[in-house]
């Protein structure tokens, strides 16, 4: 089984990456469940209509509440059948104001396991999509249990996100473990700039031991399925931008890289690094 996990700064384009994906993987026929791991709980919505599904977190509370423990919810509470067959699961996180959103993701990965929930499916392909802003080790958690094991940057051109992504990578460095989790590589999400953004990314992903995969192009058919509630998948599946999701699919699957990263220590190596590449396209006339 493979276990893949979608780590960037909120508002990367984390859950439309992971759905299409997700829809791309069951094109394959495998079976695939995405999971999404942020307190937002909207990973899974273009997989589901647009209708945000309930959470393992809040199905846990509801049944604490009746003085029930763990051991009163099953599979069918928690995990629900998305478009293409995906089945959705959302974590959820704590009530706002108490407790640690990392711990309660782990809480909820835990009672999927508990439940056995990868087997009973037959599952091939699992996709965390984890919230990467927040660099502690509550969002580290799920490549600390050993969910996660090949984990993804998702970027963009904007230098907030390679910011994050590098702090990530130091996350990753500090819980890799040889052979069996690891960084798998870098993914572009295009803000526009395509051909500045591919430099950047392959520069920064060089620049933390690994390798740019792919690149999904900005388009506006993409913005407009996330509206409408879809996939692109489904939305537009004779399109070129569902034939990037597929491409990126097939990329991920030949990918058998997991390496020990080498983050970028210092912020200000990392500016040099975002400068040198702005001033190459300054110098070359173009205006990223
Ligand atoms: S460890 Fe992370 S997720 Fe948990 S409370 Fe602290 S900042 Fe929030």
Do not use: W
């Amino acid at each position: 089984m493979r276990q893949i996990a979608i780590y960037g700064k909120g508002g990367i384009g984390k859950s439309t990456v992971a759905s299409n994906l997700s829809m791309a993987f069951r094109e394959r026929g495998l079976e695939v469940m995405q999971v999404g791991c942020d307190p937002k709980r909207d990973s899974t919505r273009t997989l589901t209509g647009g209708r945000m599904i309930p959470t393992v977190l809040e199905t846990l509370r509801d049944q604490l509440r009746l003085g029930r423990d763990q051991s009163a919810i099953s599979l069918e509470d928690i995990v629900f059948a998305g478009e293409g067959g995906v089945r959705c699961v959302e974590s959820g996180g704590p009530e706002p104001g108490v407790g640690c959103a990392g711990r309660g993701v782990l809480t909820a990965l835990q009672i999927l396991k508990d439940l056995k929930a990868f087997d009973t499916y037959g599952t091939d392909v699992v996709i965390y999509d984890i919230l990467g802003d927040v660099v502690c080790g509550g969002f580290a958690q799920p490549i600390r249990e050993g969910f996660a094991r090949e984990i993804y940057l998702l970027c963009s051109g904007a230098f907030m996100s390679l910011y994050a992504a590098n702090n990530i990578a130091k996350g990753v460095r500090r819980l890799s473990r040889r052979g069996e989790t690891g960084l798998a590589g870098v993914i572009g999400n295009s803000g526009g700039q395509e051909e500045f953004e591919r430099d950047l990314l392959s520069q920064f992903a060089q620049a933390i031991g690994t390798s740019l995969i792919d690149v999904i192009p900005f388009s506006p058919v993409i913005r407009a399925c996330e509206v409408k509630g879809r996939t692109v998948l489904q939305h537009s599946p004779n399109s070129p931008e569902a034939d990037a999701f597929r491409h990126l699919a097939e990329m991920l699957l030949a990918n058998q890289s997991r390496v020990i990263p080498t983050p970028v220590e210092e912020v200000e190596d990392l500016e040099r690094l975002y400068r040198s590449r702005l001033d190459l396209y300054a110098a070359a006339g173009e205006s990223p």
